[in-house]
């Protein structure tokens, strides 16, 4: 017979919402309060609603999914450059860095939230009451 554990019995959370909340910043759980104290440091608690946040556990997931976006965008837009010859080599050496960068700037923040918001709706890591 299956062992019935805790999150079996609670009513489950709004995985997409969560998700889109947390990639936009704010708290998975109310939505009004904010998921970072600093650029990508997650906030020990929600500031609106009190949610415990410091049980998330992002560690490299958020940088990995960073790496395969924007390695996808720089080699589409690489292979644009590339097939039309619309710049010499050194300009997209160049281009190509800067939108690396940029872009991984850019998604870092939402993509650690995004992870920290479906860990909270999966019940991870302490999410839901339990430790792991």
């Not at 410091?54 to 690489?78: C, E, K, T, W």
């Not at 292979?79 to 050496?93: A, C, S």
Request: aromatic share 8%; charged share 15%; hydrophobic share 45%.
């Amino acid at each position: 017979m299956p062992v019935e554990t805790i999150t079996d019995t609670l009513p489950p959370r709004p995985v997409l919402q969560s998700a889109l909340r947390g990639a936009a910043g704010k708290c998975p759980a109310c939505g009004e309060g904010h998921v970072f104290s600093k650029f990508i440091t997650v906030a020990d608690a929600c500031d609106h609603c009190g949610e415990d946040l410091s049980h998330h556990r992002a560690d490299d997931l958020p940088a990995y999914l960073n790496i395969f976006v924007v390695g996808h965008v720089v080699v589409g837009f690489m292979l644009v450059v590339m097939t039309y010859k619309l710049m010499d080599m050194w300009t997209t050496t160049f281009v190509t860095m800067a939108v690396c960068v940029i872009s991984a700037l850019f998604l870092m923040r939402p993509l650690k939230g995004m992870v920290v918001g479906l860990q909270w709706a999966l019940r991870m890591h302490g999410f839901g009451g339990h430790e792991d």
